[in-house]
Structures are given as C-alpha cells and as structure tokens.
C-alpha cells in the first residue's frame, strides 16, 4: 500500500480507502457479513481509511463499519470519516441542517452506530445556506474540546465558504465529487454544486495542505467497466437518481468511457486500475473513496498502487479526456 501524508493530518493515510455508502442497501449489493468481510480484507491489505455518513443505508453503513472495527480492537487501527449536516425523515427524504443543536445530536448518533467515542474526520456532509457558519464552527469546536472528533472536514462546500470557515476552526480536509470524466462538476445526481473541482478545491487544498478525499472514483461504475453495454442496474438502485447515468448525457459520457477501456487494454491493464491510478498520481489527492462489492474487487482496485501511468499514457488519457474539463 501507498500512502499520504499532508500538513493538517498527523497520520498516514492510505492513498485507496474504503467507501462505504454501497454497504447500507442503497446500492444492488449489500450483505452484512460480507461488508465486514470487505472491511477486515481492506485492512489486511493495508488500508486504513473509511468513509461512510449517517444518511448512507439510513444508519446501517455507520452500524455496519461499527461492527466490523469493533472485532478484535481493529477500530485503533484506522482513520474514519464520517458525516453530518444530512438528515431524513421515515419516508426518506432528506434535509440538511447544520445547526449546532442538529449537529451536537448527530454527532453522538454516529458515535454510537459506529461503536467508538471519536471519530477522526468529521465532514459536514452539503452547505446548509439557512444556517450561519458561524454556528457551524461553534458546534464543531464544541465536538473538538470534548474529544469527539478530531479534524474538521467540508464536504461540497463552496472555497468562499471553506476560507470564511477556516477563519473560525482549522479545516483539514475536503471532499469532493472527482474523477476522469467528472473534473469540474457542475452537479451531483442532480444536485448543483457550488464548487469545480480541478479549477478551485485543487487549488486550496494545496494552499493550506489540507487532506483530499474525491468521491465517485469510478462514476458510480462506469469507469470500472460497467455499463459499457448499456445500464444494468435494477429499477430500486439509487444510481436511478443519477442523471448522468440514466439521462440524455449518458451517451456522451458511455463513449468516453469506451475509449478509457480501449486504452486500458491497449497498456493490458484493467480499466479500474486506470481509473484510479489516474487520481492517486495527482498529488492533490490523498484517499480515494472507492467502494468494493466483493473481496476480489477490493484487491483489484489495490492493484492501481503498483504501477505507474507514463507520460506517454498520460497523454493519450489528457486526448480523451479534453471535452471533460469543462463539462458539469
């Protein structure tokens, strides 16, 4: 394993981490024992980072994770981040509120779902425009006296706001939706986001050597190869929400993703390996959030660690990946 370190963080963190949204239910693969499976083989394998959020099977990743770390004292062994700012109600819709009352109950909520008493990056998960950040900061600082996080991390934040925030407590990390095909996003499942990734979260997260976690790696699939014969998911799969995947840009975006594989198999390597190879070579990213539906998968994307994209490569990628750049 491969890993990084950054100005804001104490630890080293494993340059592929373990995302866990796909092991609360949301997605078409999910059982139990076999997350806590994917999670111990993770750690076996090297990787010490975990990214999962409450609203991720509505509590269940959270519990899950818990379980999983909570077996032969594995939970001082890795760096967890965790989310609040997202609520739901019983029929699962949600609401951001990142209110200090909100938030000092979300955050012993988690700690309880994930069996520990801290968690190491707490990451407001979206902005909440109704409320001041100001009383972000003061709730936040609350949870870092007490010892119930430890670092501070903003999640699709706007940089205006992660500079006005930084005033008030040190922000250590950002994460944000980035990948080949998604370089500077204009929205996520819909959602428009107050952010470009390359043009301005890059650009900060190298000014105060903050920790860089990009999310959706593999375009929620299809950089890893699925879907390059047309979707496949079933009808309750959250991927439905995507836009991206089920709407009229699909097909640009399918095309693209046939030529990365007519690349991968021309360098003979596996199309996800590329995929996120072409993130952990940039030194901006420090983790990145991927997420694993069997043990195989999981050694599979560790693969990319080993090897490294040549310039010559790099360019073929860059020729492809041009029209992207700009595209939401």
């Known amino acids: 394993m491969i890993y990084k370190k950054v100005a804001k963080i104490k630890e080293e963190i494993s340059a592929v981490g373990i995302g866990c949204w796909n092991m609360g239910g949301d997605w078409d693969s999910c059982e139990e024992q076999n997350s806590i499976d994917i999670i111990h083989a993770a750690m076996d394998l090297g990787i010490n980072f975990f990214d999962v959020a409450p609203v991720y099977g509505w509590g269940v990743s959270e519990t899950v994770l818990g379980k999983a770390l909570a077996q032969d004292n594995r939970r001082s062994k890795v760096i967890i981040a965790s989310k609040g700012g997202l609520l739901w109600n019983d029929k699962h819709e949600t609401t951001n509120n990142l209110s200090k009352a909100s938030l000092l109950k979300e955050i012993d909520e988690s700690l309880r779902r994930l069996q520990t008493d801290y968690i190491d990056i707490y990451q407001m998960h979206w902005p909440d ?4 950040l100001e009383e972000t900061a003061e709730a936040l600082q609350i949870m870092k006296d007490s010892g119930k996080i430890r670092y501070v991390g903003l999640s699709n934040f706007a940089q205006s706001d992660v500079e006005k925030m930084m005033t008030m407590i040190s922000v250590d990390c950002q994460q944000s939706l980035y990948n080949m095909l998604e370089r500077n996003p204009a929205s996520y499942h819909g959602i428009p986001l107050d952010y470009r990734t390359e043009d301005e979260v890059l650009p900060t997260v190298r000014k105060y050597g903050q920790a860089f976690l990009p999310y959706s790696p593999f375009f929620q699939g299809l950089l890893a190869g699925k879907f390059l014969k047309g979707i496949d998911f ?32 021309e360098i003979n390597r596996p199309m996800n390996e590329l995929a996120l190879n072409w993130l952990r070579q940039k030194p901006e990213v420090t983790s990145i959030i991927g997420g694993a539906s069997t043990v195989q998968q999981l050694q599979d994307n560790i693969c990319c660690t080993t090897w490294e994209i040549t310039d010559e490569q790099m360019q073929k990628i860059n020729e492809i990946l041009v029209p992207f750049k700009s595209m939401g």
Request: overall charge positive; glycine content about 2%; hydrophobic content about 40%.
């Open 129 to 132: 425009p109704s409320v001041p």
């Open 234 to 265: 079933s009808s309750h799969d959250i991927r439905n929400a995507n836009p991206k995947l089920v709407g009229k840009n699909f097909t640009v975006y399918l095309e693209a993703a046939r030529k990365i594989k007519a690349l991968a198999d």
